[in-house]
């Protein structure tokens, strides 16, 4: 019994390649249109690596267990009991606490302050959240209802308010998720990486992620990236025809 610890071992090794493997070479996350998005994805992706060998460990010892000492038929009595060993778990207690730890920090910290960045941009646009519609008020003063249009590579600054109950500012492609608080202004600072719109990716809009009534699903609003020139353009065009 002593032994015991070689297959789950090579247990442990097999679940830890497979699982590497699979979460290596399947996605779940959908596309990634901004530069905060790269960092949220590769946070994700650590997290997922690091995730494999503690539960391959688990299920290397569930299945070691389940083998070793199934019922072999001969008497339905409870077995010995089982002493615990000082030293596993006290390893276990040392890893565990040390990844917890090390995740705090990167890419806690430093991941969190990587998405927030320097409070410097290039564009500020409002956005206000009500029940249940997304209006948009670019820097020039002209508001749209229909499309939130944002500027390539260009770091924009979001203020979000909300009118009525709280709502919750996520682009999916963004990766990016700010409250809208009525009373208080949010910030989050945005810069997209390539030009699209909804109809290339359905992660592309606005979308409301805080329950805030009847309608909160709906609360919805396409959103295009485009050209720095043309988001100019399509803002004057909605000044003059607002
Ligand atoms: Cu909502």
């Known amino acids: 019994m002593k032994k015991s610890?070689?297959?789950?071992?090579?247990?442990?090794?097999?679940?830890?390649?497979l699982g590497l493997l699979l979460v290596m070479n399947t996605t779940v996350l959908p596309?990634?249109?901004?530069?905060?998005?790269?960092?949220?994805?590769?946070?994700?992706?650590?997290?997922?690596?690091?995730?494999?060998?503690?539960m391959a460990l688990i299920f290397a010892i569930m299945v070691w267990?389940?083998?070793?000492?199934?019922?072999?038929?001969?008497?339905?009595?409870?077995?010995?009991?089982?002493?615990?060993?000082?030293?596993?778990?006290?390893?276990?207690?040392?890893?565990?606490?040390?990844?917890?730890?090390?995740?705090?920090?990167?890419?806690?910290?430093?991941?969190?302050?990587?998405v927030r960045g320097e409070p410097v941009s290039d564009y500020v646009v409002e956005i206000e959240a009500a029940q249940f519609f997304w209006q948009v008020t670019y820097p020039n003063g002209a508001t749209a209802l229909d499309e939130l249009v944002v500027p390539v590579e260009k770091r924009v600054r979001y203020d979000v308010h909300s009118t009525d109950v709280l709502h919750s500012f996520w682009i999916p492609a963004f990766r990016t998720k700010i409250d809208a608080v009525p009373g208080l202004t949010t910030r989050?600072?945005?810069?997209?990486?390539?030009?699209?719109?909804?109809?290339?990716?359905?992660?592309?809009?606005i979308q409301c992620a805080e329950l805030c009534g009847a309608g909160h699903a709906q609360m919805s609003l396409p959103v295009r990236v485009v050209d720095d020139a043309e988001w100019l353009d399509y803002i004057d065009g909605l000044g003059t025809g607002g």
Do not use: C, K
């Open 188 to 205: 989050v600072y945005i810069t997209a990486t390539h030009t699209g719109g909804i109809d290339d990716d359905v992660n592309l809009r």
């Open 65 to 114: 267990g389940a083998i070793s000492w199934r019922s072999r038929g001969a008497d339905r009595e409870d077995g010995p009991p089982q002493r615990g060993s000082r030293l596993i778990v006290g390893l276990w207690l040392v890893v565990t606490i040390s990844l917890a730890i090390g995740i705090v920090i990167n890419p806690g910290f430093v991941g969190l302050a990587a």
């Open 5 to 17: 610890w070689i297959p789950v071992f090579l247990l442990w090794l097999l679940f830890t390649v």
């Open 31 to 54: 596309a990634q249109y901004s530069e905060e998005a790269e960092v949220i994805d590769e946070a994700y992706e650590l997290l997922e690596a690091l995730a494999v060998p503690v």
